[in-house]
């Protein structure tokens, strides 16, 4: 169990600066997350130009895991189309919970994640933002739980 | 003169002894001796308590209060005689006293629905504090909602402390039940229940207390504290999961319809009448966890064994030098500073989420609960998601405290 793998130099810095930080008042969407176990709590504001995430912030508190994901998250979809997301995310998940994936090239920084699978408990942690983005786009305004 | 003193004296606690009896201690965790830091969530059991459930099912079982035959009259001995383990343990008068239930949330369950229910209508308030449990908050607004009466809460001050002017000045003529924890689980602060029990019987108010957290910390004297019911779990006490106890003066009891019904509650059945069981058993439908009770018993043996004060005397020194090392990290806060405390220490470290902490403090081989703790409004009182929570019980050792203090430094390090 190395911490290391987990606590990566990007989560750290992801998490004591998350990028994209904070509210979008005129958001055309979004959607609250919470993870009951730790209380974690995130809310994903999107502006969509069509099919496009044209611009997307979060905020909240959570662990470092989950404040890094969301960061790294909301920098990977920006400028993306509804397809490329979940196919990314699709990725993610995979990166997040199978052992034997090696990081797709398409996933970049996303990869730091990958240290999460060695820690089961930490996987919510990691995939909230994402389940909380898909809610927002799928849905509207939701609050998704990880429970 | 000086050998009688000597003798007089009590023997030093020795928790590496004590350490012995506990096999699951042994753990390695990720490539580290385990330091076990979260009985107050669940405790490990002696082998004591181990073996006294293996031999109960290798040797006793069968089902109670049915078969003529042998080993139902083993088994049924087995339980009603762990009953009365129970009754001395606790000091009650009876073992009518004594139900056996899942653990303290069924126990509190049990009192909201077969006393508070059919007795409280609107109008009729049940005083709690801003300290509880989830298992002693949501029973009661499961009540308010089917009687239309009212909850209150009783708040706290900064150092976790329950406010008693608020608390007194909440409690009067409609207030009906006060129902508070003797020992807060999410912070460790001992509530004064003896007087918040007299100044409810002063005002008619029955009184239930959540003995979760207090009774594997202090000797329980039932009749002494004037409770009218008392509530507390097995699993906390070095006993098995899935029992418990509720404590309940005889003619409250009494005088409650029973919360479940089925088999063993009853005394006969017909399709026009059925006439319910006697005292304790009318609380207790369906086959009963034997096994449980036979293992509570034991480990009542086991901390008597020890001597309770004399784990409690340990206990409190482990917290006050634990309170004392953690003090000195740098952003490291302790919630909950009562004066009067269990040996529960939750605390936050600036920059390094519980969750994080959790995880930094198990890689290093310390177990300790992060989270809620099932008292979500302690921790929005505070303003915090969530604390870390050491708890000590009696294997727990010096060493532990140390331990502990390095893998938080371990996790300063991480979170540089």
């Known amino acids: 169990m190395d911490l290391k793998e987990l606590y990566r130099d990007v989560i750290l810095d992801h998490n004591r600066h998350p990028r994209n930080?904070?509210?979008?008042?005129?958001?055309?969407?979004r959607a609250d997350g919470h993870n009951p176990l730790c209380g974690d709590r995130l809310s994903v504001f999107v502006v969509l130009d069509g099919e496009r995430v044209a611009d997307i912030r979060f905020e909240g508190r959570g662990c470092a895991i989950s404040t890094a994901s969301a960061s790294l998250m909301t920098e990977a979809v920006k400028g993306k189309d509804r397809t490329a997301i979940r196919e990314l995310f699709d990725k993610v998940h995979a990166l997040l919970t199978r052992p034997e994936t090696a990081a797709d090239g398409a996933l970049g920084k996303l990869a730091a994640l990958s240290g999460v699978r060695e820690f089961p408990v930490r996987v919510k942690c990691a995939s909230l933002c994402w389940h909380t983005l898909n809610a927002a786009l799928e849905h509207g305004a939701a609050t998704i739980s990880t429970e | 003169?000086?050998?009688?003193?000597?003798?007089?004296?009590?023997?030093?606690?020795?928790?590496?002894?004590?350490?012995?009896?506990?096999?699951?201690?042994?753990?390695?965790?990720?490539?580290h001796a385990l330091v076990y830091l979260d009985s107050a969530a669940s405790s490990q059991r002696p082998l004591a308590v181990l073996r006294a459930v293996e031999d109960y099912e290798t040797h006793s079982h069968a089902n109670v209060h049915r078969g003529v035959h042998a080993l139902s009259q083993a088994a049924t001995a087995a339980y009603e005689g762990a009953r009365e383990r129970v009754r001395r343990f606790i000091n009650a008068r009876s073992t009518r006293e004594i139900i056996f239930v899942r653990g303290t949330t069924e126990a509190i369950n049990l009192v909201a629905q077969a006393w508070a229910r059919p007795r409280l209508r609107g109008g009729d308030e049940i005083l709690i504090s801003a300290l509880e449990h989830h298992a002693n908050i949501v029973p009661w607004q499961m009540v308010c909602e089917q009687t239309g009466c009212t909850l209150k809460v009783a708040p706290i001050n900064r150092r976790g402390e329950l406010r008693l002017e608020e608390f007194h000045t909440l409690l009067g003529p409609r207030t009906r039940l006060v129902a508070v924890a003797h020992v807060s689980n999410a912070l460790g602060t001992v509530l004064p229940v003896k007087g918040i029990i007299e100044a409810a019987h002063a005002h008619g108010a029955l009184v239930l207390i959540d003995g979760a957290q207090a009774v594997p910390h202090s000797r329980l004297d039932v009749r002494a504290l004037g409770a009218d019911f008392y509530a507390f779990s097995g699993h906390k006490l070095y006993g098995p999961t899935g029992i418990g106890v509720l404590y309940g003066r005889e003619e409250l009891l009494a005088a409650m319809p029973p919360w479940q019904g089925g088999g063993d509650m009853i005394l006969t059945v017909s399709f026009e009448k059925t006439t319910y069981n006697e005292l304790p058993w009318k609380f207790e439908a369906g086959t009963p966890n034997m096994s449980g009770a036979v293992g509570l018993a034991a480990a009542m043996d086991y901390l008597e064994g020890l001597g309770v004060e004399a784990i409690a005397a340990h206990e409190q020194r482990l917290l006050q030098l634990a309170t004392a090392e953690l003090a000195r990290l740098p952003q490291l806060e302790i919630i909950g500073t009562a004066a009067h405390k269990a040996s529960v220490l939750s605390f936050t470290m600036k920059g390094v989420h519980p969750h994080d902490l959790g995880t930094i403090l198990d890689a290093e081989g310390v177990a300790v609960r992060t989270g809620h703790h099932c008292a979500m409004p302690v921790m929005t009182f505070f303003g915090l998601p969530a604390t870390a929570r050491a708890s000590f019980g009696c294997y727990n050792t010096e060493r532990d405290v140390a331990r502990l203090v390095q893998a938080l430094g371990k996790a300063r390090e991480v979170f540089a």
């Open chain 1, 21 to 29: 930080f904070g509210r979008i008042e005129a958001a055309d969407s």
């Open chain 2, 1 to 31: 003169m000086a050998a009688n003193v000597l003798l007089a004296a009590p023997p030093p606690f020795d928790a590496e002894r004590v350490r012995r009896d506990f096999p699951i201690l042994d753990t390695r965790v990720n490539g």
